[in-house]
Protein backbone atom coordinates (compact mmCIF):
# COMPACT_ATOMS: atom_id res chain seq x y z
CA UNK A 1 0.00 0.00 0.00
CA UNK A 2 0.82 3.56 0.27
CA UNK A 3 1.10 4.90 4.07
CA UNK A 4 1.17 8.63 5.12
CA UNK A 5 1.70 9.70 8.92
CA UNK A 6 1.08 13.16 10.16
CA UNK A 7 2.79 13.89 13.89
CA UNK A 8 1.67 14.94 16.14
CA UNK A 9 -2.02 13.71 15.76
CA UNK A 10 -3.28 16.05 17.96
CA UNK A 11 -1.89 19.23 19.37
CA UNK A 12 -2.86 22.33 21.96
CA UNK A 13 -0.74 25.31 21.97
CA UNK A 14 -0.64 28.95 23.46
CA UNK A 15 -1.79 31.72 21.06
CA UNK A 16 1.26 33.79 19.45
CA UNK A 17 3.13 30.12 19.37
CA UNK A 18 4.16 28.39 16.53
CA UNK A 19 3.87 24.86 15.56
CA UNK A 20 5.25 22.53 12.98
CA UNK A 21 3.23 19.56 11.43
CA UNK A 22 4.99 16.71 9.51
CA UNK A 23 3.66 14.60 6.62
CA UNK A 24 5.69 11.63 5.99
CA UNK A 25 5.25 9.14 2.96
CA UNK A 26 6.38 5.77 4.98
CA UNK A 27 6.82 3.53 1.75
CA UNK A 28 6.70 5.84 -1.08
CA UNK A 29 8.13 8.41 -2.41
CA UNK A 30 5.93 11.50 -3.15
CA UNK A 31 6.96 14.17 -5.22
CA UNK A 32 3.97 16.18 -4.35
CA UNK A 33 2.37 16.61 -1.29
CA UNK A 34 -0.48 18.61 -0.58
CA UNK A 35 -1.97 20.20 2.56
CA UNK A 36 -5.57 20.71 3.32
CA UNK A 37 -7.41 22.68 6.64
CA UNK A 38 -10.87 21.16 7.90
CA UNK A 39 -13.04 22.97 9.80
CA UNK A 40 -15.87 21.13 11.93
CA UNK A 41 -18.36 19.54 9.92
CA UNK A 42 -17.07 21.44 6.89
CA UNK A 43 -15.47 19.91 3.69
CA UNK A 44 -11.41 20.07 2.76
CA UNK A 45 -9.64 23.21 1.57
CA UNK A 46 -6.80 23.56 -0.43
CA UNK A 47 -3.89 25.47 1.25
CA UNK A 48 -1.43 24.40 -1.18
CA UNK A 49 0.77 22.28 -3.19
CA UNK A 50 4.17 21.03 -2.33
CA UNK A 51 6.91 19.93 -4.49
CA UNK A 52 9.85 18.44 -3.53
CA UNK A 53 12.59 20.84 -3.47
CA UNK A 54 10.85 23.95 -4.88
CA UNK A 55 8.86 26.59 -3.09
CA UNK A 56 5.26 25.35 -2.24
CA UNK A 57 2.28 27.19 -4.19
CA UNK A 58 -0.46 28.49 -1.70
CA UNK A 59 -4.37 28.81 -3.15
CA UNK A 60 -5.61 32.35 -2.49
CA UNK A 61 -6.80 33.84 0.68
CA UNK A 62 -3.85 31.16 2.57
CA UNK A 63 -0.94 33.63 4.07
CA UNK A 64 2.27 32.06 3.11
CA UNK A 65 4.10 33.83 5.59
CA UNK A 66 1.79 32.22 8.58
CA UNK A 67 1.41 28.79 7.05
CA UNK A 68 5.09 27.85 6.48
CA UNK A 69 5.72 24.59 4.05
CA UNK A 70 8.74 22.58 3.77
CA UNK A 71 9.23 19.86 1.13
CA UNK A 72 13.09 19.21 1.79
CA UNK A 73 12.67 15.26 0.63
CA UNK A 74 10.91 12.80 -1.08
CA UNK A 75 9.26 11.82 1.91
CA UNK A 76 8.94 14.38 4.23
CA UNK A 77 6.86 17.82 3.82
CA UNK A 78 6.39 19.72 7.01
CA UNK A 79 3.79 22.60 7.87
CA UNK A 80 4.57 25.62 10.04
CA UNK A 81 1.75 27.30 11.96
CA UNK A 82 3.58 30.62 12.81
CA UNK A 83 2.18 32.87 16.06
CA UNK A 84 -0.56 31.01 16.06
CA UNK A 85 -4.00 31.88 17.28
CA UNK A 86 -7.46 30.49 18.37
CA UNK A 87 -9.42 31.11 14.66
CA UNK A 88 -6.03 28.98 13.57
CA UNK A 89 -7.90 25.82 15.44
CA UNK A 90 -8.49 23.10 12.58
CA UNK A 91 -7.78 19.98 11.64
CA UNK A 92 -4.95 20.01 9.40
CA UNK A 93 -4.43 17.03 6.84
CA UNK A 94 -1.77 16.30 4.20
CA UNK A 95 -2.06 14.21 0.91
CA UNK A 96 0.87 12.82 -1.26
CA UNK A 97 1.18 11.56 -4.52
CA UNK A 98 3.91 10.02 -6.93
CA UNK A 99 3.96 9.16 -10.34
CA UNK A 100 3.80 5.29 -10.68
CA UNK A 101 0.99 5.59 -8.66
CA UNK A 102 -1.67 7.05 -10.59
CA UNK A 103 -2.99 10.01 -10.31
CA UNK A 104 -4.25 8.89 -6.46
CA UNK A 105 -3.91 10.79 -3.52
CA UNK A 106 -2.68 9.30 -0.04
CA UNK A 107 -4.27 10.82 2.69
CA UNK A 108 -2.29 11.01 6.37
CA UNK A 109 -4.95 10.38 8.95
CA UNK A 110 -5.01 14.41 9.91
CA UNK A 111 -3.71 17.01 12.92
CA UNK A 112 -5.89 18.72 15.27
CA UNK A 113 -4.58 21.86 16.26
CA UNK A 114 -6.14 23.93 19.14
CA UNK A 115 -4.54 27.09 20.04
CA UNK A 116 -5.89 28.67 23.35
CA UNK B 1 -11.75 25.95 -12.45
CA UNK B 2 -13.58 22.71 -10.84
CA UNK B 3 -16.54 22.23 -8.64
CA UNK B 4 -18.00 19.72 -6.88
CA UNK B 5 -21.75 20.21 -5.73
CA UNK B 6 -23.38 17.49 -3.03
CA UNK B 7 -26.80 18.38 -3.24
CA UNK B 8 -27.23 16.64 0.40
CA UNK B 9 -25.58 17.59 3.49
CA UNK B 10 -26.92 14.68 5.46
CA UNK B 11 -28.82 11.67 4.65
CA UNK B 12 -30.89 9.10 7.47
CA UNK B 13 -31.26 5.61 6.68
CA UNK B 14 -32.34 2.47 7.85
CA UNK B 15 -30.18 -0.33 8.11
CA UNK B 16 -30.17 -2.65 5.11
CA UNK B 17 -32.11 0.11 3.11
CA UNK B 18 -30.42 1.45 -0.07
CA UNK B 19 -29.07 4.44 -0.29
CA UNK B 20 -27.81 7.43 -2.98
CA UNK B 21 -25.40 9.95 -1.95
CA UNK B 22 -25.47 12.35 -4.97
CA UNK B 23 -22.07 14.41 -6.72
CA UNK B 24 -22.33 16.81 -9.48
CA UNK B 25 -19.23 18.56 -10.59
CA UNK B 26 -18.38 21.09 -13.08
CA UNK B 27 -15.70 21.92 -15.55
CA UNK B 28 -14.54 22.56 -18.68
CA UNK B 29 -11.71 19.90 -18.77
CA UNK B 30 -11.81 16.44 -18.31
CA UNK B 31 -11.63 15.18 -14.98
CA UNK B 32 -11.11 12.24 -12.70
CA UNK B 33 -13.59 11.64 -9.76
CA UNK B 34 -13.14 10.33 -6.24
CA UNK B 35 -14.90 9.44 -3.47
CA UNK B 36 -13.65 9.43 -0.02
CA UNK B 37 -15.13 8.50 2.93
CA UNK B 38 -14.12 9.90 7.01
CA UNK B 39 -14.92 8.65 10.04
CA UNK B 40 -14.90 10.96 13.20
CA UNK B 41 -11.70 12.18 13.96
CA UNK B 42 -9.91 10.19 11.20
CA UNK B 43 -8.02 10.93 7.57
CA UNK B 44 -9.66 10.29 4.53
CA UNK B 45 -9.74 6.89 3.22
CA UNK B 46 -10.41 6.29 -1.00
CA UNK B 47 -13.63 4.55 -1.57
CA UNK B 48 -13.85 4.64 -5.45
CA UNK B 49 -12.34 6.40 -8.36
CA UNK B 50 -13.56 6.96 -11.86
CA UNK B 51 -10.05 7.31 -13.96
CA UNK B 52 -11.14 6.36 -17.19
CA UNK B 53 -12.85 2.95 -18.99
CA UNK B 54 -15.74 1.21 -17.23
CA UNK B 55 -18.05 4.58 -16.13
CA UNK B 56 -19.89 1.75 -13.08
CA UNK B 57 -16.90 1.69 -10.55
CA UNK B 58 -17.32 -0.35 -7.45
CA UNK B 59 -15.74 -1.12 -3.77
CA UNK B 60 -14.87 -3.71 -1.85
CA UNK B 61 -17.38 -2.60 0.80
CA UNK B 62 -20.48 -3.06 -1.82
CA UNK B 63 -20.47 0.97 -2.83
CA UNK B 64 -20.39 1.78 -6.19
CA UNK B 65 -20.95 4.95 -8.86
CA UNK B 66 -21.71 5.53 -12.12
CA UNK B 67 -19.33 8.28 -14.03
CA UNK B 68 -22.36 10.26 -15.90
CA UNK B 69 -20.76 12.42 -18.35
CA UNK B 70 -24.13 14.19 -19.78
CA UNK B 71 -25.47 14.97 -16.47
CA UNK B 72 -21.58 15.47 -14.86
CA UNK B 73 -22.60 13.22 -12.13
CA UNK B 74 -20.95 10.92 -10.60
CA UNK B 75 -23.46 9.12 -7.64
CA UNK B 76 -22.32 6.88 -4.94
CA UNK B 77 -24.48 4.14 -4.32
CA UNK B 78 -25.54 0.91 -2.22
CA UNK B 79 -28.15 -1.54 -2.18
CA UNK B 80 -28.46 -1.96 1.06
CA UNK B 81 -26.06 -0.22 4.31
CA UNK B 82 -24.82 -1.08 7.60
CA UNK B 83 -24.80 0.80 10.77
CA UNK B 84 -20.70 0.95 10.00
CA UNK B 85 -21.10 2.77 6.67
CA UNK B 86 -22.33 5.61 9.06
CA UNK B 87 -19.58 8.17 8.22
CA UNK B 88 -18.76 11.59 6.24
CA UNK B 89 -18.69 10.58 2.36
CA UNK B 90 -16.61 13.40 0.20
CA UNK B 91 -16.53 13.67 -3.74
CA UNK B 92 -13.89 15.06 -5.26
CA UNK B 93 -12.20 15.80 -8.34
CA UNK B 94 -9.33 16.59 -9.55
CA UNK B 95 -8.27 17.23 -13.90
CA UNK B 96 -6.49 14.14 -15.19
CA UNK B 97 -3.28 15.23 -14.61
CA UNK B 98 -0.69 13.50 -11.71
CA UNK B 99 0.22 16.08 -9.52
CA UNK B 100 -2.66 17.89 -9.15
CA UNK B 101 -4.76 19.12 -5.93
CA UNK B 102 -8.36 17.63 -5.52
CA UNK B 103 -11.30 19.84 -5.69
CA UNK B 104 -13.78 18.17 -3.08
CA UNK B 105 -17.67 18.86 -2.10
CA UNK B 106 -18.93 19.85 1.35
CA UNK B 107 -19.62 16.23 1.66
CA UNK B 108 -22.76 14.38 2.75
CA UNK B 109 -23.19 12.54 5.98
CA UNK B 110 -24.61 9.56 6.27
CA UNK B 111 -26.31 7.84 9.03
CA UNK B 112 -27.39 4.39 9.54
CA UNK B 113 -29.50 3.49 12.15
CA UNK B 114 -31.39 0.21 13.16
Known amino acids: GAVVSQHPSWVICKSGTSVKIECRSL??????MFWYRQFPKQSLMLMAT?????????EQGVEKDKFLINHASLTLSTLTVTSAHPEDSSFYIC????????????FGPGTRLTVT | AQSVTQLDSQVPVFEEAPVELRCNYSSSVSVYLFWYVQYPNQGLQLLLKYLSGSTLVKSINGFEAEFNKSQTSFHLRKPSVHISDTAEYFC????????????FGKGTTLSVSS
Open chain 2, 92 to 103: AVSVNQAGTALI
Open chain 1, 27 to 32: DFQATT
Open chain 1, 95 to 106: SASAPGRGYEQY
Open chain 1, 50 to 58: SNEGSKATY
